[in-house]
């Protein structure tokens, strides 16, 4: 069995994959900033001592988590806008459903990390006259933040990927520009390994990254 | 002649952990300057009581009064008393400072760092006014040499005194300890109580849960012996040690002091 590997077709169509790269960052980016601010919002909620409040977000959380993205994103393409007459662009309502759902898993993160913080700390920041959000931006959230890296940069790992999912809302990212160019040229395989290639080499410098805070903030707590 | 108004008042003081009743009608008084020390065996209530003394603890009924100012809670009109908003709370707190058993200090700042925080942050003052007093602080406590590192590389002492200096920083009127030393190995325990000792000369207002009798019958203007979430007994360190108008009392001194 043999197969005739022909790249060239691949970097004959580089533009190709530098559009959809660029669409993905695009992409990638609107879901992580709205992920990470609903998320943090979430994640305070959540571990609120007032029950008034951590219910609706563990409400949400536990919606998102117990849909299917896929589901999510057509629902939000679909059927909000005739719910709701807004109807948002492909990308902006692909940035908004990833954004949406990451926000849940992200949540769980803030949340695990704030809890993850020893008693004493708020007490402490309490006993020198400091008020609850001060406390939190200048003493709990710099420290957890540091034990939220890792589960993050997994977490933006997994959203990267998933910005893929945008191809069923004809997104014109990574993946959808790869299947064009795979009805041109009909060379899925080549197409199909440069674009898994494309991704690795995408997340791995977070992943990296991420390794090396961790390594420098190690010996700090 | 008007009586001087106390530093703190505790007025029919009560608290429940769920159905456990854990402060039981408590009330004494604390002159300012008075150095009054808390003992009893442990689960008596002398940490909540301290507690709830800076409203870091809510309590369920009585009053907690600091000069002039009801801790955690305000009269409505018609004399009920509703929970009090938390810019208020956090003012009452910073007149007094607390030192806790785990010292608490905030390990992603340095020495230096902890010490401004809450002068900084807090009191709006500015950095050079904050790090003139934090330096004297720290020169007071012993750790000039040590304000630039974090406090996860000190010694359980070292950080006990960082935290002094990190109450002290505020200015309060008065200082709360919480078992300061009951997480020393033994040979630091000693660095500290010189340090507490010297708070108490200069007159600070001191309350301070503990277990080292010694120090107590030292330093103590009155000891309050508590015993199941009340006061079992209150007075001089030379009552308490020496003529214990309780049996119970009695007992337990001579529990821990052998």
Known sequence: MSYNWYFQVVWDYRQVFIRGAAVTGELTIGALAIGLVLGLILGLLRSSRMRALRWPAALYIELFRSTPIL???VWIYYALPILSGVQM???TSAAVGIGLYAAAYIAEIF???IQSIDRGQMDAAKSIGMRYGQAMRRIILPQAVRRMIPPLINEFATLVK??????VIA???LLHEAENLINNTYRPLEVYTVLALTFAVLIFPFIYMSQRLERRWGGRS | MRRALPMIRVCNLHKHFGGLHVLRNVSFEVARGEVLVIIGPSGSGKSTLLRCMNFLEEYDSGEIWFGDKLVGYRRANGGRMIRDGEASVSRVRTRMGMVFQNFNLFPHKTVLENVIEGPIIVKRETREAAVARAEALLAKVGLSDKRDVYPGVLSGGQQQRAAIARALAMQPEAMLFDEPTSALDPELVGEVLAVMR?????GMTMVIVTHEMAFARDVADRILVMDGGAIMELG?????FNSPARER???FLRRVQH
């Open chain 1, 89 to 91: 662009g492909n990308l």
């Open chain 1, 171 to 173: 997104v014109n990212e």
């Open chain 2, 249 to 251: 009392t009695a007992e």
């Open chain 1, 71 to 73: 589901v999510q994103l």
């Open chain 1, 111 to 113: 949340r695990a990390g």
């Open chain 2, 198 to 202: 010297s708070l108490a000369a200069d």
């Open chain 2, 236 to 240: 001089t360190p030379d009552q308490i």
């Open chain 1, 162 to 167: 998933l910005t893929t999912l945008g191809s």
